[in-house]
């Protein structure tokens, strides 16, 4: 792997992290957005469960991201972030489509994310061949 791609792949786990520990954080944990209760209360978890499973669900994020920093070379973790992607994108598109149309929806972040991720697989991929070819 040139000094490029690793730039880029660290710049890629970076990204992935913030972005992970950030919607953990602050929407779940710190804030309790409105529209993150709405979604456990389209699920039928009553307010005080939501909160509960909300504060939950931040701290699996915030966990998940961390795994971005230490597992740089995982082409697992990076499946795991595309299928993440789209199970919440199909869990979101099944209690409210109406998400998607607003200006910053979940497809714009979940599709930057996957992305992120394909592109993080094809760099340790094709490093994982050139050790094998030499």
């Known amino acids: 792997m040139t000094k490029l791609h690793r730039h880029i792949l660290l710049g890629i786990h ?3 992290a913030t972005l992970w520990i950030y919607q953990g954080l602050v929407p779940k944990i710190l804030v309790q ?13 009553t307010a005080d469960h ?4 909300m504060q939950m669900s931040g701290c699996a994020e915030i966990i998940f991201g961390l795994l971005f920093f230490i597992l ?55 490093a994982k061949n050139t050790d094998l070819n030499r």
Not at 35 to 45: F, Y
Request: aromatic share 8%.
């Open 50 to 53: 939501a909160v509960i499973l």
């Open 72 to 126: 740089r070379k995982s082409l697992c973790l990076h499946a795991l972030n595309l299928l993440a992607m789209l199970l919440l994108s199909g869990l979101i598109v099944w209690l409210d489509p109406s998400y998607f149309l607003q200006a910053f929806n979940p497809f714009v972040m979940n599709l930057a994310m996957a992305t992120l991720s394909m592109i993080a697989i094809a760099l340790i991929q094709d």
């Open 14 to 16: 970076a990204t992935l």
């Open 33 to 45: 957005a409105p529209d993150e209760l709405r979604i456990w209360a389209l699920q039928g978890v």
